[in-house]
């Protein structure tokens, strides 16, 4: 706590006596109110180690700003949760300007002890406890710092919703439309990182429709000019999933007006087969741009620490690899059919029998012939073709995830084997939020990402796909790209 002494030492024991504050308290005072100083210590019987005292220049805010500065420093650093009060009752006018100015920029409580005059002097008794509004939260500045912060942790809702607030209070003001712009961005990233494409489609156009307005009536740069075209790029991306999405909600919704009680194995098959036709499409951008806003997702729950679900994410992005690959040679993974393996002119195997054969002979040589164990041909279209039976099936079938020619041997692309994959993806399955009990830490999740990577480099290279582009064009904005010194916040 921070008071500014008067030769008035009354109202600041009020004050004191009021607020009780838990830490040390700071006295500012002139030569002139020193002892003013002595009565409050004697009064409240403060100890040595309660209280601070600071001399300071009757007319010198500049004094007051950086003694307040040291000591917010201080108190923040010893306990970073803790809040600061203010009170300006005493002292002089330039003494009281320069605590309320100190205390707004650090967001500190700034109050003042009021009292009822009659012919200018104070009632006994009439003695209130008055706080005075931060003018700098009013316009939004404190607010809109915090929505910044959250937006840079990666909290994109906590930041739309700051944002959203500053709004309800702040009409008319020229910041209103910075305060809006970030609030879309921050709604669009919200809803992209939980899936929901079609919201977060419509928050960007929204986001695009208001900064071309600006451009056409500014003369000047403002508020995200300078990532407009990555704003468009990323729209592009999201009208893609958003389309595919959209089609699935589609089936379900029709599905459900059918029926009261519609048939949830027939909507899975539906929408399992809408879905399997936009992954084998070789020339569909649904795979990348859903493979690498995963990739993206994964980033930021790293940042935060998260890595249990970072871990999960990065399972989800190696079943997607295998699932991509089984489509684009003819499999769904829902909807099994392996018979243009064994006939037709481009068959890889003489018959059923060989093709079942091969399956076992790829399993038993990387270990892993418990997992694919088939006793007969009907099980074959019946085996649910899980993550690894879904490997076995493309080292199977020879495809090219599995490096196999020799300038392949020399670089990372020859880590990817069965018996690696086996050993890799066992962290998941350990993890407390899928069937172990283990906390993942960030050692583990590191070796795991790393890993993975390096089969998501090999899907790029086989499907003709710039990693470091696409990866580029799906990691989100962050603060330090649209906030400096020719872009202020």
């Not at 994959?421 to 283990?438: A, D, S, V």
Request: some cysteine.
């Amino acid at each position: 706590m921070v008071l500014t002494v008067g030769n008035s030492f009354e109202p600041l024991v009020l004050s004191i006596d009021y607020i009780q504050p838990q830490k040390e308290i700071l006295f500012l005072y002139t030569k002139e109110t020193k002892k003013s100083v002595s009565k409050i210590i004697k009064c409240l019987d403060l100890e040595f180690g309660d209280y601070q005292t600071e001399p300071i220049d009757n007319i010198s805010t500049v004094q007051i700003n950086g003694i307040i500065k040291k000591y917010y420093e201080k108190w923040k650093e010893e306990d970073p949760n803790g809040k600061i009060v203010i009170d300006f009752t005493g002292g002089t006018k330039v003494m009281s300007v320069g605590c309320g100015l100190a205390g707004a920029l650090i967001d500190a409580k700034l109050t003042y002890v009021a009292s009822v005059q009659e012919n200018r002097i104070n009632i006994p008794g009439s003695e209130c406890i008055k706080l005075i509004k931060n003018p700098y939260e009013i316009s939004g500045t404190v607010e809109y710092e915090k929505a910044v912060k959250l937006f840079e942790e990666y909290d994109y809702k906590g930041s739309a919703k700051v944002l959203e607030n500053i709004l309800s209070y702040t009409w008319g003001d020229e910041s209103e439309k910075k305060y809006e712009l970030l609030k879309l961005l921050s709604s669009a990233y919200y809803h992209w990182d939980e899936m929901q494409f079609g919201n977060a489609l419509e928050c960007m156009n929204d986001l695009i429709s208001k900064l071309e307005i600006l451009r056409s009536v500014e003369s000047g740069k403002f508020f995200l000019y300078n990532k407009i075209q990555t704003l468009y790029a990323q729209k592009k991306i999201l009208e893609t999933l958003a389309t595919v999405y959209k089609e699935v909600d589609d089936i379900v919704q029709k599905t459900d007006s059918v029926k009261n009680e519609p048939n949830t194995t027939a909507i899975k098959k539906t929408v399992a087969n809408k879905i399997f036709g936009h992954i084998k499409n070789k020339d569909d951008e649904f795979s990348k741009r859903f493979l690498f806003s995963i990739y993206a997702r994964i980033f930021r729950q790293n940042m935060q620490g998260k890595y249990d679900l970072a871990v999960l994410l990065l399972y989800r992005l190696l079943e997607f690899i295998v699932q991509r690959r089984l489509a684009v040679n003819g499999i769904n993974p829902d909807n099994p059919d392996f018979k243009h393996f064994y006939t037709g002119d481009n068959k890889k195997f003489d018959d059923i029998a060989a093709f079942i054969n091969a399956l076992k002979a790829v399993s038993k040589k990387y270990y892993l012939d418990d997992i694919y164990n088939i006793t007969s041909p009907r099980e074959l279209n019946n085996r649910e073709i899980t993550m690894q039976n879904g490997f076995i099936i493309l080292k199977t079938i020879e495809d090219d995830i599995f490096p196999g020619k020799p300038e392949d041997n020399n670089s990372n692309d020859s880590k990817i084997n069965l018996l690696t994959i086996k050993n890799k993806i066992g962290i998941r399955n350990k993890n407390y939020l899928t069937h172990g009990y283990m906390v993942v830490n960030k050692n583990e999740y590191a070796d795991f990402e790393e890993y993975i990577t390096i089969c998501l480099k090999r899907f790029c290279k086989i499907e003709n796909i710039n990693f470091n582009e696409t990866k580029k064009s799906h990691t989100f904005l962050t603060p330090k790209d649209f906030i400096s010194s020719k872009n202020p916040r």
